[in-house]
């Protein structure tokens, strides 16, 4: 990280503010997506943040979309309670790690979930997908996102002990 920052700031900066910055840029990547797809943000009134871990876009969704429910869901209790605290205006709850989700069907008019489905089974991948097609409101959109096949080429070069437990192919 140090190394990082001297580069880039040519000082020190506090891991924190490096996060903030980081998260800020992938945030915007979320908002041209939605863009070059005629979306906005503030057209949306129910945003789900499946995975939301702790609360790092949804702080963006509430911001953002101020008129609009921001729910995350997560399946580290610990997570959902600092969501809670940190993260009042939002609506957080604990997940399963397989559907369903407690909600009612077309709860959600935007699915959003970074990187979740890159953790996944193939099995659990299409029960997901079966899962938001219920809670996703008619007309919704859904942002998914994945890492690439780089990522899985540098996961076997690195741990590929990780390939089995995912049941990852490259």
């Known amino acids: 990280i140090d190394k990082i920052n001297s580069i880039i700031f040519n000082r020190p900066v506090p891991y924190q503010v ?7 840029i992938l945030f915007q990547q979320i908002w041209r997506v939605l863009d070059r ?3 906005a943000f503030e057209q949306f009134t129910s945003i789900l943040d499946f995975g ?6 949804s702080h963006y ?13 997560e399946v580290v209790p610990r997570l959902v309670n600092k969501c809670r605290k ?7 709850f ?3 790690a397989a559907p369903p989700l407690d909600v009612p069907d077309h709860s959600f008019d935007l699915i959003y979930s970074y990187s ?5 089974t193939e099995s659990n991948h299409i029960a997901w997908l079966k899962e938001f097609a219920r809670v996703l409101k008619p007309g919704g959109a859904m942002l998914l996102t994945t890492h690439s096949y780089e990522c899985l080429r540098r996961v076997a070069l690195f741990s590929p002990e990780s390939l089995e437990k995912y049941q990852l192919g490259c």
């Open 61 to 73: 969704f509430l911001k953002y979309a101020p008129a609009a429910r921001v729910s995350g869901c």
């Open 86 to 92: 940190l993260l009042p205006k939002g609506e957080f």
């Open 52 to 57: 939301c871990g702790a609360g790092r876009f």
């Open 18 to 24: 490096l996060l903030d910055k980081v998260n800020l």
């Open 37 to 39: 797809n005629g979306l």
């Open 94 to 96: 604990h997940s399963k």
């Open 116 to 120: 979740v489905f890159t953790h996944l």
